[in-house]
Nanobody
């Protein structure tokens, strides 16, 4: 399984952000798909996860302004939409898929939020 994240870049605070992560390979029986991020000098933290039963979980810092979803057609793409991004959301955002007992990571996409 390979993951390709996209959609990062420079965004204005208070705007909107949409990240995509396309997976190649068989993820039909995935256990968890998710987004994590790591800011300079900080540990990697949870942004959002989507479990195979459809339930979602969000990190406290993004709860209420972020939505994780999966492409309804292709089923191999996971999205992260964030409204009103803040400068503290600046970080490298990574997508991840847990399938077949293995956790796969994408290469990360930089998100920079300007005030």
């Amino acid at each position: 399984v390979q993951l390709q994240a996209s959609g990062g870049g420079l965004v204005q605070a208070g705007g909107s952000l949409r990240l995509s992560c396309a997976a190649s390979g068989n993820i039909f029986s995935f256990r968890r798909m998710g987004w994590y991020r790591q800011a300079p000098g900080k540990q990697r933290e949870l942004v959002a996860t989507l479990l195979s039963d459809g339930s979602t979980n969000y990190g406290e810092s993004v709860k209420g302004r972020s939505t994780i979803s999966r492409d309804n057609n292709a089923k191999n793409t996971v999205y992260l939409e964030m409204s009103s991004p803040k400068p503290e959301d600046t970080a490298v955002h990574y997508c991840s898929v847990a399938v077949g007992g293995v956790v796969y990571w994408g290469q990360g996409t930089q998100v920079t939020v300007s005030s």
